[in-house]
């Protein structure tokens, strides 16, 4: 199911994939980590256990997809603490190419999102940061 999501996410372009008793269930696109708040909040039920396939993970949206309840991912680009906090979680991952973090848009610094993941070791909490932090911007 791995392959189905991979396939998907880069013969498609997309975001994020999400796969389930072989079926592709959701195939968005967006940026940052909101597709994949946005797939926990509106699909929850579709997410747990499912396979994805993910463009760009950070520990923010590793954090969502441990939340989610996945049971394994494919990332394009992954950075070292993704890495690290989906090993925490025993959440089997595969990737094209690590980096040491996500960087913003100008590439100045490390993007906004990732930065507010870091408010706690608690995942909960790290993602009521984040989720706090897209309100300040008008993201969700």
Known sequence: MIELA???L???GYSAVVVKDNKV???????????????YNEHPEDMKDAIVADKIIGRAAAIVYILCGIKEIYCHVISQPG???LDKYGIKHSQ??????IDNRTKTD???MEKSSFKSDDIHEAYAAMIEF???VNRL
């Open 6 to 8: 991979k396939k998907t």
């Open 10 to 12: 880069i013969d498609g």
């Open 25 to 39: 269930l959701h195939a968005v696109m967006g940026t940052g980590v909101y597709p994949v708040i946005k797939l």
């Open 83 to 85: 890495i690290e906090i």
């Open 96 to 101: 094209h190419s690590i980096v040491p973090r």
């Open 110 to 112: 490390m993007c906004p």
């Open 134 to 136: 897209g309100k300040s």
